[in-house]
């Protein structure tokens, strides 16, 4: 398997961002936004492939979950609260 | 996401109707001739997509034309659209998202700033800016195409590139 490249871990974190602002509920959305950014920038300065590589396999299961986690909160999706967007 | 798209055609929405409502105002002569030729300019688009409705709409203007009503502006037929893009609206739109960017100080923000150079930007913020971008201006932006566009010039010529604004 080929090495993390730079555009797959920028691809990787526009997916995620991306899909972490579908979420329905003000506090999940939040929260992923601000975990998804938080972890790359901590891992921004990491350059053993390996490590890049096991990062890059977290960050798929975590973008699995999140787009788990947004549909299963789009079926059962609670009274809009005052933060949420009309 | 998709709900700042939502906000944001809800706002251009109303924006085009508060113009129509005070257009509407005005002497409606000067609206119609305005419609007409926007019809003329949209009937071959709207053919191309929809051939049941353009037969449609010649039948109605037959009608119209045959009974003279003497209100001139039942005659005009109004579409609903974004107010037409200009460079000049697209480089403020884009400065005005960068400058709601808070890693971005908007006292130094140019139209020609490097986003690494200048602004002191790494690559994980410009991927940011690139997605508020998409939202505002509603259409996505390849990842390869994305990765190159680095100063807020460069945003405005690809985005009247992908819009056909003409200068």
Redesign the interface.
Known sequence: MAAST??QV??L??IM??ES??FPSYNYRTYALRRV?DA??AN?EVEDPKAVERLMDEGEQMLALIQRQVSIGKMYEAQRTVVD?? | MIKNIQMFSYNMAARVLQQCVRSLGRPSLRLCPVNLALRAAVAPAVTVHRPFSFAADSRRTRWLGQSRISSVGLLCRQYGDLPPLTLETIKDRVLYVLKLYDKINPEKLQVTSHFMKDLGLDSLDQVEIIMAMEDEFGFEIPDAEAEKLMTPEEIVQYIADKKDVYE
């Open positions: 730079r555009s920028i691809s974190y526009k961002l991306k602002s579908r950014r790359f920038r921004r967007a009309p």
